[in-house]
């Protein structure tokens, strides 16, 4: 489970926020100009994220690294949660877009799906953030619009052509999360996953009878000598991509 939700703050904030209506550049507001601007802000969240994770960023330890107080940095943002949003829309507006390798909609549902693959690993925290109610701020909206032309024109009605942009990003999202614990467990014991499973084989040896379960050991031998482990991150990416838009392809000739 997601221990980080986008718009879990005040709704009527964090729009004002997001689209830039924030209260100092409404008309008749005077006042000093303030020091920071919320791209800064955004900015050093998201590196803070980036390096020691999305549990890092709190309002006080944004405000240290800004060289500001804490009160100081909730005259830019109401608070922690309109704080995530604001990060999550900042590097929705300024994710790289690779050109479609043709002009087929498969292709350019690859690139689609390549782009967010790599925001997850620029940003490894976004793929832990659940954004089953999304923070609809520019960049969301610019990032949707996009991946939606993409599958525009497949003869997909409007209902469908958002729920096959969902599991596409859905699948993009599971691998990305996969690759992420994988990293983590090579971090914590020190081992990457072939160093691993050499390492415990004689324990494995002992309590793994092959011929109770011939078939997992057969798979399981062969994809491991495939792999170098017992998973490989890419090629679940690349195998499960495949079928992804196989599976697309079959409801787009069934329209």
């Not at 798979?219 to 838009?245: I, M, N």
Request: aromatic share 6%; glycine share 8%.
């Amino acid at each position: 489970m997601a221990t980080d939700r986008s718009s879990a703050g005040d709704p009527a904030r964090t729009l004002a926020l997001l689209w830039g209506l924030t209260a100092e550049e409404k008309p008749g507001r005077r006042g000093p100009k303030q020091a920071r601007s919320t791209g800064e802000i955004a900015a050093t969240a998201i590196a803070l994220a980036d390096a020691e994770g999305v549990d890092a960023v709190t309002m006080r330890r944004v405000a240290q690294e800004l060289g500001l107080s804490p009160m100081a940095l909730y005259t830019y943002v109401p608070g922690k949660a309109e704080l995530l949003d604001l990060m999550l829309d900042t590097v929705y507006a300024t994710m790289p877009r690779t050109a479609p390798a043709d002009d087929g909609w498969r292709a350019r549902a690859t690139a689609v799906a390549d782009d967010n693959r790599a925001l997850f690993r620029a940003h490894p925290w976004v793929a832990a953030v659940s954004t089953s109610r999304p923070p609809l701020g520019p960049g969301l909206m610019a990032k949707y619009e996009y991946e939606l032309s993409a599958l525009e024109g497949t003869g997909l009605p409007d209902v469908e052509l958002d729920a096959a942009l969902t599991h596409l990003l859905g699948f993009v999202q599971t691998c990305a999360r996969m690759a992420a614990d994988e990293r983590a467990a090579q971090q914590d014991s020190a081992l990457t996953d072939a160093q691993w499973w050499q390492a415990n084989a004689d324990l494995l040896a002992r309590v793994f009878d092959p011929e109770r379960y011939p078939v997992a050991a057969r798979v399981g031998a062969a994809a491991g000598e495939a792999h170098g482990g017992a998973y490989s991150p890419d090629h679940a990416y690349a195998f499960g991509l495949a079928r992804v838009l196989d599976g697309l392809a079959a409801l787009i000739r069934e329209r």
